[in-house]
């Protein structure tokens, strides 16, 4: 069964976004005076809660029990307050990217570029909001980049986030392919087992914050996609995959890696 799309996660995948997102976070926490600093491995720990409501939400029942009650401003319920904080939150993070200092990973761009010419299909599947792929895309790769993209599933796409397959399920529906036909790119074991669980066979990119995670059941692990002159490491592939002929990831590794898939 021939390559036909490739699915990309966003956050840890395309772009090393986490440290904007907990800059938001906290910025948005010292605005209402909460006393919280989610710190760099504490943030490395709520990062298992995937989506920004639901890790506020997780923290306050796992952190501050106490509080998880209430009373919240305005009369909110947690849920309630978490989904405002996470909403003032969001545009925090759109302005600290606009401002830049988000690059795309590196082989990002390169491979994009690749599957549009050779017309294998592009899609994305992550649990952030729409409006932060939206900028994302627009600022890093061309203002109208989300149109190479036939299918683009977020945190508004299915109710139940990563490592709920849900989201994979409907990115493969909107393309209209069998889950075999597709290829995965994720950074985190949360994220290989929604694209294993909606059966699509998937390649790691580990991030700054996922280096750590279980990858077990992943088709091949690589340090980055890598660019020409910026080789990539395999970090654990098929025997017959171990090296990369041109040291990046590039088209016909991944068809070769995917036709391993059908085999195993
Ligand atoms: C990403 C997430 C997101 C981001 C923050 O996971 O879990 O919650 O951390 O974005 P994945 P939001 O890469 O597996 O999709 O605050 O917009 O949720
Ligand atoms: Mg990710």
Redesign the pocket.
């Known amino acids: 069964m021939p390559l036909k799309a490739l699915i990309f996660?966003?956050?840890?995948?395309f772009a090393n976004?986490?440290e904007a997102?907990r800059e938001?976070?906290n910025r948005i926490f010292q605005k209402y005076h909460l006393g919280w600093d989610w710190t760099v491995p504490l943030y490395g720990k709520l990062?298992k809660?995937?989506?920004?409501?639901?890790?506020i939400e997780h923290f306050v029942n796992t952190h501050h029990p106490e509080k998880a009650a209430g009373p919240w401003p305005d009369g909110l319920n947690l849920g309630e307050w978490a989904a405002r904080l996470?909403r003032e939150?969001?545009e925090i993070?759109l302005r600290l990217m606009e401002q830049g200092g988000i690059e795309l990973r590196p082989g990002v761009r390169r491979l994009v570029d690749e599957a549009r010419r050779e017309g294998v299909a592009l899609a994305i599947?992550?649990?952030?909001?729409r409006v932060?792929v939206t900028g994302l895309l627009a600022k890093s790769m061309a203002a109208n980049a989300l149109d190479w993209f036939a299918a683009v599933g977020t945190?508004e796409s299915a109710p139940i986030?990563?490592p709920h397959p849900g989201v994979y399920q409907w990115v493969v529906a909107q393309l209209g392919l069998k889950p075999e036909e597709c290829l995965a790119l994720?950074?985190?074991s949360?994220?290989l087992r929604?694209a294993l669980g909606a059966g699509i066979p998937t390649l790691i990119t580990p991030s700054e914050y996922t280096a750590q995670d279980d990858f077990t059941g992943a088709l091949a692990q690589v340090s980055d996609l890598g660019e020409p002159g910026q080789p990539s490491k395999v970090l654990a592939a098929p025997a017959a995959l171990g090296t990369l002929p041109k040291g990046h990831v590039d088209l016909a590794w991944l068809r070769a890696l995917h036709t391993q898939a059908q085999g195993a």
């Not at 599947?125 to 909001?129: F, I, L, M, P, R």
């Open positions: 996660d966003i956050d840890g995948t976004t986490e997102h938001a976070f990062l809660v995937t989506g920004g409501k639901e890790r996470h939150k969001t993070y599947s992550t649990t952030t909001s932060n945190g986030k990563k994720e950074d985190s949360n994220g929604s």
